[in-house]
């Protein structure tokens, strides 16, 4: 509760701007996740490792927009070639050689990235990938993972919140509803599965596989903290998939070039067949894309007349606007190097190794993992490996640990246990230090 007073005192406002909000926009905020009591911090502007308010508190940023800001916040290179992009125009109508200097690097960085196509977000990235899989297979059935977040299209949000008692038995997920408005046809096409357990994606696919367009898995689940494929899991899948002719695509909106250069693919060594990906490619722009195998990708240009294909439809006023592909060419070319990996790796590492110091010492329960640039710690005693684990997970003392951090200045990873840190390319040892120090100074109390 102090530290709820705290927090109140410190961002009055934020409480005003958020109460005048809340009259003309639902919760007063644009992502229905952004909200939460007493009242979000309202950010001002942000640059390199730091975000301030309008209240004049700064805050490092280690949330940094769900890891869209790998680059950093307004990164002054990238600053620079889009505002250049702005005096050459933003909206051309017709295609523009921008598309090959966006494009080139993804089919550059992932092995199974033979073609792409560009979209405005991760959820559009993630929907044309199914739709392309649906078309190239000529079946309809999706097989998901349990818990796992895929954007906010009807599909997508049938699994992860409501209480696990509506959703049966772990051995025998069921499909449920996150949203009012989706059609009761939509689960009906979903199956879920187990993340981490192989059997699971069999079983569906020995009772369902001729009915089975493709299997949607993120390489490590970025929205359960950060759970990673145990040794073999992505591999089995790979091989199911081959062996009931499933298209496997990986939803890499979050780990794509962040994990790694060509993302979870790379790390894991494991290819799909189809990449959905947004994000970190756009170094904070609005652009998702999908891309994958030639023969599929194709697929979205089959019988070409006037601009209408027979195959998978992808249409979009925005798709690949300039501003967005000067963004991605000059993220993956210029500012992603190997330099930047080794960087944002090892300042991840030392965080991680830290907050594992720091909870041993206090005596706190913690789980802390952390891959490439990504990080997360959860209070319990007891490993996360699938959505069911989550109920080991106590909500509200992960919320008092967050609301306490940014009481002492650093956002420690987006507002929710399900999420998990970023370290940009901007952030230093010293911020990483001051994180800690912050994480010191609540540590004890956290444990009483
Ligand atoms: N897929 C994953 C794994 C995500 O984490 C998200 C967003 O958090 C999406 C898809 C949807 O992306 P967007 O919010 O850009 O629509």
């Known amino acids: 509760a102090r530290e709820y007073d705290r927090y109140t005192d410190r961002t009055p406002n934020s409480a005003d701007v958020a109460e005048t909000l809340r009259e003309i926009v639902p919760a007063g905020v644009c992502s229905t996740f952004r909200a939460y009591d007493p009242h979000p911090v309202h950010a001002e502007r942000a ?55 966006a494009a080139q690097p993804l089919v550059d960085r992932w092995d199974a990235i ?57 051995s025998d997920p069921r499909p449920v509803k996150e949203s009012q408005g989706i059609p009761d046809a939509v689960p009906e096409d979903v199956l879920l599965a187990q993340y981490n357990d192989p059997n699971s994606v069999e079983r569906l696919l020995r009772d369902h596989g001729s009915e089975v367009a493709a299997i949607l898995v993120e390489p490590a689940c970025l929205n359960l903290g950060l759970v990673e494929p145990e040794d073999g899991f992505l591999e089995s899948v790979r091989s199911l998939a081959d062996e009931y002719n499933v298209v496997l695509i990986f939803d890499e909106v979050k780990t794509g070039v962040k994990l790694a250069p060509g993302g979870g693919a790379e790390y894991y060594s494991v290819q799909p067949d189809l990449v959905a990906l947004a994000k970190a490619i756009g170094g904070g722009y609005p652009v998702g894309a999908f891309g994958g195998r030639r023969d599929i990708m194709e697929l979205v240009a089959a019988d070409l007349q006037e601009g209408v294909a027979t195959g998978a439809a992808h249409y979009g006023t925005y798709n690949g606007n300039p501003l967005a592909l000067r963004a991605v060419g000059v993220t993956l070319r210029e500012i992603l190097t190997a330099d930047a990996y080794d960087h944002v790796t090892g300042l991840a590492e030392m965080l991680a190794d830290g907050y594992r110091e720091i909870a041993a010492d206090a005596g706190l329960d913690a789980q802390v993992k952390h891959v490439g640039s990504q990080g997360m710690v959860h209070f319990t005693d007891e490993p996360i490996r699938t959505f069911r684990d989550w109920e080991h997970i106590d909500e509200q003392f992960h919320e008092a640990y967050w609301i306490s951090m940014l009481n002492r200045g650093v956002i420690p990873h987006p507002h929710d246990a399900s999420q998990q840190w970023t370290v940009s390319v901007q952030h230093t040892a010293e911020d990483v230090e001051a994180h800690l120090e912050a994480f010191a100074a609540i540590a004890d109390d956290l444990a009483a």
């Open 47 to 101: 640059e390199g490792a730091s975000m301030f308010d309008v209240d004049g508190n700064e805050y490092l940023d280690f949330a940094l927009n769900n890891g869209t800001q790998l680059v950093g916040h307004a990164h002054p290179t990238l600053t620079d070639e889009v505002s250049d992009q702005l005096e050459d125009g933003t909206l051309y109508t017709r295609p523009s050689e921008l598309i090959g200097y």
């Open 114 to 170: 033979e073609q792409v196509r560009f979209t405005n977000s991760g959820t559009e990235a993630v929907m044309h990938a199914t739709r392309l899989a649906r078309a190239y297979t000529g079946r309809e059935k999706l097989i998901r993972m349990e818990g796992a977040y895929h954007g906010a299209h009807d599909p997508a949000l049938v699994s992860k919140m409501p209480p696990v008692e509506q959703a049966g038995p772990a």
